[in-house]
């Protein structure tokens, strides 16, 4: 009776360590996810500032590459003795005309 006794005592033992260890080993799991969930939370937020920063310079290169492209273009068309126009002439589809316009 002794000895059923002193086993049981021994497996109730074995059974409560085994168990503090699982809820030992179950905290540490949750304490690792936990902190890797705020770590990718905060890595995405500074991936997201970048990004954002990088097409931001893009366009500020985008408009120089679009202001050099004009300058050239103006330099061809001097080349070529084309000149710069300041007066500008508008055509009014209101006033008559030689064409026949097939509307009326």
């Not at 049981?8 to 969930?37: D, K, M, P």
């Amino acid at each position: 009776m002794i000895r059923v006794a002193t086993q049981n005592h021994i497996l109730e033992r074995r059974i409560a360590l085994g168990l503090i260890s699982l809820c030992a080993a179950l905290f540490a799991a949750y304490v690792y996810f936990l902190s890797a969930s705020i770590i990718h939370v905060v890595v995405r937020t500074e991936l997201d500032h970048s990004a954002r920063e990088l097409r931001s310079h893009i366009s500020v290169l985008e408009g120089e590459f679009i202001a050099a492209q004009h300058a050239v273009s103006q330099n061809i068309a001097h080349l070529e003795g084309y000149e710069r126009v300041n007066d500008k002439v508008f055509v009014d589809r209101s006033a008559p005309s030689l064409v026949l316009n097939s509307n009326q």
